[in-house]
């Protein structure tokens, strides 16, 4: 009986890949769940966003060379966004509230075998425009974004519209939320130009303003 029932299944998907492909079925039945999605070549990123390789020519432009390190541009809906070259990273998740991780790429020399004349790539967090918004100096320092307009690097918090400093804490204990950033600051040993009293700060993403939250001068 199960086998019957088995086999009548697979007769009715079969009949209903067929209808599929005759002209009227999705509209009929709101979509056609048996044609699969055709993938993209290129490397999404959300939103319409992606990234397409970039053609890279020899000093002199005498011959297209292999891009296999994906230098790219940023695309959004076909059109590209801008002239800058970037690539995936690994702590890259596509776009998230407007802004994107991507490791920013220069053209700073001649033409090589392995770099392309390329500088070392640098972590940047990007806009909806292909702008950078927030980038590092360290190559062993990454740009996060914590949602909304909020980003940091190591333990300072920026506004990703304006890119100033909000929040500067030595201590990396956070509680990320949907619409808050709780930070936990706790010492005063450091020295730098934006301090701010001990104590636990609630971060609006969206706002981007500070709000102390204890009773600790």
Not at 3 to 31: R, V
């Amino acid at each position: 009986m199960m086998k019957d029932n088995k086999k009548a299944i697979d007769n009715f998907t079969e009949l209903m890949k067929f209808y599929a492909t005759m002209p009227g079925f999705g509209s009929i039945f709101g979509g056609n769940p048996f044609l699969e999605k055709e993938k993209s070549p290129y490397e999404e990123l959300g939103g319409g966003y992606e990234l397409r390789p970039i053609e890279i020519l020899t000093e002199g432009g005498q011959f297209v060379v292999e891009n296999n390190d994906k230098f790219s541009n940023l695309y959004h809906n076909g059109l590209k966004v801008s002239d800058e070259v970037f690539r995936k990273g690994g702590v890259c998740n596509g776009f998230k509230d407007g802004y994107c991780n991507l490791i920013h790429y220069v053209k700073e020399g001649e033409h090589t075998l392995k770099r392309h004349g390329f500088s070392y790539g640098t972590h940047v967090l990007i806009n909806e425009l292909g702008d950078t918004v927030l980038s590092v100096s360290g190559l062993n320092e990454t740009p996060y974004h914590l949602g909304g307009n909020v980003g940091t690097i190591k333990n300072s918090f920026y506004n990703l519209k304006t890119g100033d400093i909000i929040l500067s804490s030595d201590t990396t204990s956070i509680i990320n939320g949907r619409k808050f950033t709780i930070v936990n600051h706790r010492y005063e040993w450091y020295d730098k130009e934006n301090k701010f009293p001990i104590g636990v700060y609630k971060i609006d993403k969206e706002t981007c303003e500070v709000v102390k939250i204890d009773d600790i001068r």
